[in-house]
DNA sequence: ATGAAAGCGCTAACAG
DNA sequence: CTGTTAGCGCTTTCAT
């Protein structure tokens, strides 16, 4: 068992209260006494105790983050990206993944996050903000890409129709004609143009692109994966050259997509950009190395990061501050996967 | 503030004993008592505390997981692995990264993972067993690839030098015979050979798959990239080809070095693998789908965080449990980057 | 079957 | 400048 500040007490002679002013650096006390506690701390190997800090103080200094998949890259950027933003306030990070499953995304909430954690930042899965807020209560919390609006937590959205919306009019700009969307199946423009999730604004943002340039946008003009991996856009692409389906542009609804397409393309020796232009959305660092290198709506981590941080630690330190809504920005990354 | 066990014995009449009791399903509270009770935690929305529940019991459940960097694709797949290993042994998994910076390990040692966690996977970097021993002192720890052999904690080492020794036997065995072995600088084998931190390792199975074979292999045979990611070694491979170095294979030291080898050999014009053939180490996603498909020593991240998760466990179960060091396993998975 | 009470380790009034 | 003490929320003997 770890020494505690009875120990050190003990040690020294002194109260725990002054071991504990000592330890935290209180002026108050007699330097020469300050000294020797941290020597017996020392010496003792002297280790906080989390738990009884936390329990007492009613917070950690700890920011829970969950994403969707640790492994996924953009999961993986966005934790880095938030450790990074929330080191340098006092903040560490614990990351957890949610998998993709309600259960785990409860599991989060319930079971630690919400107990240990001063705050999370929550990657929107299945989850309704409803259902999360009878788990969470008022803990801080901000949601990243909620699948509805709410104003029950502070959210931040990734720029998915502007981001797609820029990225499908570079394509058209470069002459591509007939392109086809690859993450979602194709619903009509009245349907989902107020919604919110991720498919529907990415979606919006490319019916918008093309129908400002005069170019339709239908069915046709759409693939499904099973999934956002590289595995099922492999597949999904596969599926579309054994149709025979003529297109020289797929416009994909996130990079990990993108490679896998681009993947498929290479294996079937058809050529990226010349037969046909690929690009993506996200902004992960494997678009940037893969062949060609991927051209892509790029969130900017950094500042996606700093903003979720942001609106947490503010609804931390105020609690009652009206609840924001925010958007991330992007930058539009001109790469060689669309440039002849 | 987040309801306690002693609102709900007020809401219901029972006393704090009771309530714990119900919640915690202990079989001795009649039913309709424990029915009542779980009724008023639900209507309170509580959610118990983990500092508490923690403090009380001396263990949390959750497990913390220092990786290099959450970014990293080998950092981020193997916490994705442990975690799911983790799970359905009843532990919570909270990933951290140490930017490979002895501070941030520090931090990580002593803030927290120490405190509240019930163990660490600890991937090692700056700092030396014995640094971290004064830090941990008693606390469940397993080191991944410890700088150096120690018999201070439980540690588990990666295929370094049989998985590179595979690798470069296979490019060998495909005819290759000028390699550049890109990640470390050169050191005579001597010196060398009985070290067992990660650069070292693989440059001896480099080393020792060229003698075997008959092939020479000195200071010329190797390059040095910044550091090990896809922008060093691009740098590092451009620096190679303006110096008119010839070579008709590079061998990776890690996978991420690869990719961004293989993307300036692009940038160059140099088919891979006609021209030079290229294989790396790691098994990481990013490789399968590289183009071309990467060839590597594949470690088995799954049985690695199986591994990884047994000894933690154990040393948890049973703190004075003899010390173990394993090495994971891998597979040389044969891609288009190095076959013809 | 339920309750009273102690205590995990720590911090912060408050007192001296 | 230092000590006494209460109590954060929980679990678990030990009584009843």
Redesign the pocket.
């Given at each position: 068992?770890s020494a505690?500040?009875?120990d050190i007490a003990k040690a020294t002679?002194?109260?725990?209260?002054?071991v504990?002013?000592a330890?935290?650096g209180n002026p108050?006390?007699?330097p020469e006494?300050a000294a020797k506690v941290r020597e017996a701390a020392a010496r003792l190997h002297y280790q906080?105790?989390a738990s009884?800090?936390s329990?007492?103080?009613g917070r950690s200094n700890v920011i829970a983050v969950a994403v969707h998949d640790l492994a996924l890259p953009f999961s993986a950027e966005l934790a880095h990206a938030i450790s990074v933003a929330l080191a340098p306030r006092g903040y560490q990070v614990f990351a957890q993944q949610t998998l993709f499953t309600g259960s785990n995304e409860e599991t989060v909430l319930r079971e630690l996050d919400h107990q240990f954690c001063d705050g999370t930042i929550f990657c929107s899965g299945e989850l309704k903000p409803e259902q999360m807020k009878k788990i969470t209560g008022s803990k801080p919390l901000v949601i990243l890409d909620p699948s509805q609006p709410t104003d029950l937590y502070d959210s931040v959205y990734t720029p998915g129709h502007d981001g797609v919306y820029a990225a499908v009019s570079h394509l058209l700009s470069t002459g591509r004609r007939r392109i086809v969307a690859m993450g979602v199946a194709y619903r009509p423009y009245e349907r989902i143009h107020d919604l919110t999730d991720v498919s529907s604004t990415r979606l919006t943002g490319c019916m918008d692109a093309c129908r400002d340039a005069g170019v339709a946008f239908g069915p046709d003009n759409t693939a499904v994966p099973a999934q956002w991996t590289v595995e099922g856009a492999y597949d999904a692409t596969m599926r579309l050259l054994d149709e025979g389906r003529e297109f020289d542009a797929v416009y994909c609804l996130s990079d990990t997509v993108a490679i896998g397409v681009m993947h498929a393309l290479h294996d079937r020796g058809i050529a990226i950009p010349d037969d046909v232009a690929v690009a993506g959305f996200d902004g992960i660092e494997a678009g940037r190395s893969a062949f060609p290198p991927l051209t892509t709506a790029a969130v900017d981590f950094d500042r996606l990061a700093a903003t979720l941080a942001d609106l947490l630690l503010r609804r931390i330190e105020t609690p009652d501050a009206p609840i924001e809504t925010r958007t991330a920005n992007f930058t539009l990354e001109v790469r060689s996967s669309t440039r002849q």
């Open positions: 068992m505690t500040i009875a002679g002194y109260s725990t209260a002054t504990s002013y330890l935290r108050q006390v007699k006494t906080g105790n009884a800090r329990l007492r103080l």
